[in-house]
Structure formats: C-alpha cells, structure tokens
Nanobody, 121 residues
Framework: QVQTVVSGGGLVQAGGSLRLSCAAPGFTFNTAVVAWFRQASGKDRELVARISWSDRNTDSTFYADFVKRRFTNSRNNAKNKVKLQKNSQKPEDTAAYCC???????????WGQGTQVAVSS
C-alpha cells in the first residue's frame, strides 16, 4: 500500500525557514498532483500548496493566500520527491503538515502521516 512520507518538520523561530520533503515509495511523482495540507490544533485541515502537471507540459502551482510569496512547492524528479520550502514563517504556521498525491486534483489516492511544525514567536 502506497503512503506518503513527510520529513523535515521541527521547531523554528518566527522569520526562519524550514523545508519539508514528501515522498511516496512505489509511486512516481514526475507528473503527479502533490498537495500539502496542514491542520492546526482545534482547526480544520486546510490546503497549503499544490503542484500539478499542466497540459503545457510544465508544472502548475497553487498557493493558499496565507502562504503566497513565503512558501515554494517544487519537484525533485531525480529523488522522486516534492519539497515545500517555507520561508518567513509565522507563529500561525504552527500545525501538522502532511502531503497527498494522486493523478488528478479532484482526488488524492495517497496520504500518510505528516510532520509537526512549530514556529515560536
């Protein structure tokens, strides 16, 4: 059974950077849809960023307004991973982050346990 695996979480000070990495052994990421979600304590899960393969044979990215110009989502095809570079972090970025992957944006076939990120003020 394919599951996503996230690495790179931890504690960071406000304004600092952290990089998360998503892998899914047994599934190829090259043209897959890979999305990052987060869930803060007591809140609903929310979409953070998503990378898709467009019909122009290039990556298409989506970012939630609350992370635009701070987070960058990109593929590393050589390592079959997707990374989320999180810069200028804020205390409100504190949450459990997970990634999901699939063939389309409407349905993610693969999920896994996420990683905790804590941003101190």
């Amino acid at each position: 059974q394919v599951q996503t695996v996230v690495s790179g979480g931890g504690l960071v000070q406000a304004g600092g950077s952290l990089r998360l990495s998503c892998a899914a052994p047994g599934f190829t990421f090259n043209t897959a849809v890979v999305a990052w979600f987060r869930q803060a304590s007591g809140k609903d899960r929310e979409l953070v960023a998503r990378i898709s393969w467009s019909d122009r044979n290039t990556d298409s990215t989506f970012y939630a307004d609350f992370v635009k110009r701070r987070f960058t989502n990109s593929r590393n095809n050589a390592k079959n991973k997707v990374k989320l570079q999180k810069n200028s972090q804020k205390p409100e970025d504190t949450a459990a982050y997970c990634c999901a992957a699939g063939e389309t944006e409407s349905q993610y076939a693969y999920w896994g346990q996420g990683t905790q990120v804590a941003v101190s003020s």
